[in-house]
């Protein structure tokens, strides 16, 4: 039996939604504010906002916030490379880096995740890679569930704490 890759994990899911609209889904702030965050503000390299429609390009750095949790709880990181089309990779703190592949399989547009470089000490296995692979099963749930159906399943409630869904 192999030792299991702490390192990083994958997690899929099909969605039915075209390949552009899931990856305006990543790559725009009113795209990913509408099944991941709360608030997404880009900056590009000069310091200038990114207008909510307009596609991030790699270099630039985000300001990330999610309901059900304070102002404080915020993700500051950078896009690493994208490709205006069904690629998009960036940086997630201490949690490692991200890359989203949008592709077809069998005549379903599948949303790939990978998450690497997550640290492998007792606090990148519990926190990060537990942790971060029980919230993209959700988040990845939530954006199927809103491009499939309008449902946003996501709590944006801060009194309610330790759910699933924030």
Not at 13 to 38: C, H, M, N, P, Q
Not at 40 to 67: F, N
Request: aromatic share 12%.
């Amino acid at each position: 039996m192999t030792e299991y890759n702490w390192n990083q994990f994958t997690t899929r899911i099909s969605v039915g939604a075209d390949k552009s609209t899931l990856y305006k889904a990543w790559a725009t702030r009113e795209g990913i504010e509408s099944w991941f965050l709360r608030l997404a503000e880009y900056r590009r390299p000069d310091g200038a906002t990114r207008l909510a429609s307009a596609l991030v390009k790699p270099g630039d750095i985000y300001t990330w916030r999610w309901h059900g949790w304070p102002d404080e709880a915020e993700e500051l990181g950078k896009i690493l490379d994208c490709n205006d089309n069904d690629y998009f990779r960036f940086s997630f703190g201490q949690a490692g880096n991200c890359a989203v592949t949008i592709k077809e399989e069998s005549g379903h547009n599948i949303v790939d995740l990978v998450q690497s470089e997550i640290p492998i000490d007792e606090k990148g296995k519990h926190y990060w890679h537990l942790g971060c692979k029980t919230g993209w099963t959700f988040y990845l749930t939530n954006l199927k569930s809103i491009l499939e159906g309008g449902i946003d399943l996501r709590n944006k409630d801060q009194s309610l704490k330790n759910v699933v869904n924030s």
